[in-house]
């Protein structure tokens, strides 16, 4: 059974940081794609940090230079490390695995992330 537990949101006001994490069972995170979405009230699920296939980070422009996805394959565990946040960032953050064998994605619950002063 795969499960993922994010956790690490809250309130924080702008110009303020938050990490994230995003814990994984029953599947390993250095072999199976990894993403963090967020969603905002009212608006879609969007992709905000993932890998390319060479490894390297891929943000979407909202977040560029101001978020940074790492990983720590020995527990497991994915971050998202979010500097210098601003209200616009307030949303439900969700972290997300694609297995790689069966092609079955997977979702965390969510951690609320409010950015307010």
């Known amino acids: 059974q795969v499960q993922l537990v994010e956790s690490g949101g809250g309130l924080v006001q702008p110009g303020g940081s938050l990490r994230l994490s995003c814990a994984v069972s029953?599947?390993?995170?250095?072999?199976?794609?990894m993403a963090w979405y967020r969603q905002a009230p009212g608006k879609q699920r969007e992709l905000i940090a993932d890998?390319?296939?060479?490894?390297?980070?891929n943000y979407a422009d909202s977040v560029k230079g101001r978020f940074t996805i790492s990983r720590d394959n020995d527990k497991n565990t994915v971050y998202l490390q979010m500097n210098n946040l601003k209200p616009t960032d307030t949303a439900v953050y969700y972290c997300?695995?694609?297995?790689?064998?069966?092609?079955?994605?997977?979702w965390g619950q969510g951690t609320q992330v409010t950015v307010s002063s």
């Open positions: 997300r695995l694609r297995q790689i064998i069966t092609g079955t994605i997977y």
């Open positions: 029953g599947s390993a995170i250095s072999i199976n794609p």
């Open positions: 890998r390319n296939k060479d490894g390297s980070p």
